[in-house]
């Protein structure tokens, strides 16, 4: 399931970005590496501040939105270009994070 403009609304947000805990506690996620994770995060930032709803009601962002590179570089602290983003995205969809359809990307919800 796809987050929704909903339920990025019903995000408590506190601080500078939003780490879902599930990433970190769930052991589902336990062979995720740490920099993926990290690009989740970055990727569902993005969707809070820029999102885009398709006509089902969905939420997406898209692959080159600078902000994706920006939140990456603020939450794991390192440079970050769009090509370690395209890297993380291509992991994610691979973990069932993440489904890439052309240049959008859909963040999957527990």
Do not use: C, F, W
């Not at 999102?51 to 390192?78: C, F, M, R």
């Amino acid at each position: 399931m796809y987050y929704t403009k909903n339920d990025i609304n019903n995000l408590k947000v506190t601080g500078d970005y939003y780490m879902p805990d599930a990433l970190l506690k769930d052991p589902k996620y336990k062979k995720v590496r740490l920099e993926t994770k990290l690009a989740y995060a970055a990727l569902l930032n993005t969707a809070i501040k820029n999102a885009k709803e398709d006509e089902s009601g969905n939420i997406y962002v898209v692959g080159n939105d600078p902000l994706n590179v920006e939140y990456l570089h603020l939450i794991a602290n390192k440079k970050v270009d769009q090509d370690k983003i395209d890297g993380y995205v291509d992991e994610l969809d691979h973990a069932g994070l993440v489904d890439k359809l052309g240049n959008s990307i859909y963040l999957l919800k527990d």
